[in-house]
């Protein structure tokens, strides 16, 4: 099978001429999709194709609004569209030119790196599990993300994950096989490619997966945490640790969540819910003179641990009430108002 060439050696000189090392032509066939080579084509090379060329706003499927952080490979929830090639947006190297991910959406037809032909009209999840067997068993999610990943170390299929579906674990994989594919990215660090020198191991491969207010640290990083700033943890082993995070926690799979991150997770939600809490709740400070009654039960303890699960799958209700009843009902007399949320 002939290998597509890099669109950058069609159309001049870049700034990689002088590059420390050289894309080699296996890797450059798993990182090209329609000409478009990343590492090597670069934004100003886009605009040279299309004058066209406009910043886009990019739905970053992997991480979710709600997660905190982002992807330091390319610059996050910010690419380049163009009408003359429907279906590609381009996101950029965050320190230089080039094009280090490339998100394939629904407007897509054409070939995969490995020039197998899609049409992202109409193509399923079990269509990507013909095409990639392997994936079976690397279905994963973050916790603040809207979406089921299937992956490897260059592209990612995301199916949205359907709310309505309790519970969402073990994962009804007979059902989303039947999903529509939302959207593809093809990836990479041109960091790591054009300073192997300067490689270093950030995780080590012998030690679980860590993922803390759903970022992925090292196990260095949580000796800056005391006990009582954590509010959940969440251990996960051999096949269920793969099956969410990926053959990189063949070791265990570990989800930390802090207080701090659960009750701005959980306020935010309350908040969308409910006017009246947005109103009660306005600022910390006023958050503060709360108290929280979950499906009948006053809760002193374990706060964040308890109110962070809720969403849209559980969720039924949220009522304010005012001091004079929390007194008479709750016995409670040390806090401003209740807040009285039911679920499922």
Same mark, same amino acid.
Not at 68 to 88: H, W
Not at 160 to 169: C, F, G, S
Not at 262 to 267: L, P, S, T
């Given at each position: ?16 001429? %002088? ?36 910043? #886009? ?10 997660? @905190?952080?982002?992807?330091?490979? !390319? ?10 090639? +429907? ?7 965050? =320190? ?7 998100? &394939?959406?629904? =407007? ?11 049409? @992202? ?11 990639? +067997? ?20 260059? /592209? ?19 059902? !989303?096989?039947?999903? +529509? ?6 990836? /990479? ?12 191991? &950030?995780?080590?491969?012998?030690? +679980? ?7 992925? #640290? ?13 509010? $959940?943890?969440? #251990? !996960?082993?051999?096949?269920?640790? /793969? ?7 063949? %070791?265990? $799979?570990? !989800? ?38 979950? %499906? ?21 209700? $949220? ?20 807040? /009285?949320?039911?679920?499922?």
């Amino acid at each position: 099978m002939k290998l597509k060439i890099c669109l950058i050696a069609l159309i001049g000189t870049s700034i990689f001429a %002088n590059a420390q090392s050289e894309i080699d032509s296996a890797l450059a066939k798993k990182i090209t999709v329609s000409g478009f080579c990343l590492c090597k084509s670069t934004i100003e090379d886009l605009r040279k194709l299309s004058i066209d060329f406009k910043p #886009v706003e990019v739905e970053e499927m992997d991480m979710g609004k709600r997660c @905190m952080g982002g992807d330091s490979r !390319y610059v996050n929830e910010k690419g380049y569209a163009s009408e003359k090639y +429907p279906g590609l947006i381009f996101q950029k190297d965050p =320190d230089e030119d080039y094009i280090s991910k490339i998100r &394939l959406t629904k =407007d897509f037809v054409g070939l995969l790196p490995d020039e197998t032909h899609i049409d @992202m009209h109409s193509l399923l999840l079990k269509d990507v599990l013909k095409l990639y +067997p392997e994936f079976d068993s690397n279905w994963h999610s973050r916790d603040c993300s809207d979406y089921w990943t299937l992956s490897n170390d260059t /592209i990612s299929f995301y199916v949205k994950i359907d709310k309505n579906k309790t519970p969402q674990y073990p994962i009804d994989e007979a059902y !989303y096989l039947e999903r +529509p594919v939302d959207g593809i990215d093809i990836f /990479i660090s041109c960091y790591s490619i054009y300073h192997k020198s300067e490689a270093f191991n &950030l995780f080590e491969p012998d030690e +679980p997966v860590y993922f803390l207010d759903s970022i992925r #640290v090292n196990q260095g990083v949580l000796k800056y945490y005391k006990p009582s700033e954590i509010a $959940l943890v969440s #251990v !996960y082993k051999d096949s269920t640790a /793969i099956k969410l995070g990926g053959e990189q926690a063949k %070791n265990g $799979l570990i !989800y930390i969540t802090t207080k701090a991150f659960a009750r701005d997770h959980y306020r935010d939600y309350f908040k969308s819910k409910s006017t009246d809490y947005t109103k009660a709740a306005a600022n910390d400070a006023e958050e503060e003179k709360a108290i929280y009654i979950l %499906n009948g039960k006053v809760l002193t303890t374990n706060i964040e641990s308890d109110l962070f699960y809720i969403n849209d799958s559980n969720f039924v209700q $949220l009522i304010i009430i005012d001091k004079g009843t929390l007194k008479k009902n709750y016995h409670v007399s040390t806090k401003s108002f209740g807040v /009285i949320i039911t679920t499922k």
